[in-house]
């Protein structure tokens, strides 16, 4: 689809996404999915300061396997503020389908844990609590670092570069974003 056609098309999203990325959210996003023709792409726009990356990734997978299996163009627009999990959903669209206001910030950052580890009983069962928390740790890092290979794919920015300014939370312009190849367009 032609880029001028495509930009007047994001001026009326078929799925409004706002707030928290949570399973209300998730909600909202497969009621609103469900209620989409059948045809033709779908635009998603989103507006969020976080959430849950775990409920951002499952919407990814949703935009991931109706692009893979159906064969449909699902086309990201992020309005105002895409923090954190709102840029994990974001990477599950192609760099050619992303698309920012002028106004837009992104915000991308590590994984946090908040959790209070009390070492305390038998001393195998305080091994085993601390092992789990570290492979909690380790596994969650992972995860970390395979979203930020996807949002990255095929970009100027290096794997380096995006986990050595996670941990300052690292806020991107709508035209920095174009710049570094993160998204295909501003509007």
Known sequence: MPDSKRHAQLASPHIRLSGTVDQDMYDSFRQQLDG???TGPIIVAITTLGGDPEVARTMGDDVRLLR???GREMIFLGKVAVYSAGATFMSSFPVECR???ETT???IHERQMHKKLLVDGPLRTCV???KATLHEI???ISIEEEGFRAIIKGLKVNFKTIRDRAPENWYIDSNEALELGLVHAVI
């Open 138 to 140: 380790e596994h969650s």
């Open 68 to 70: 893979e299996q159906k």
């Open 105 to 107: 910030w992104l915000m």
């Open 99 to 101: 698309f920012l206001t």
């Open 128 to 130: 085993a609590a601390l």
């Open 36 to 38: 989409c023709s059948a």
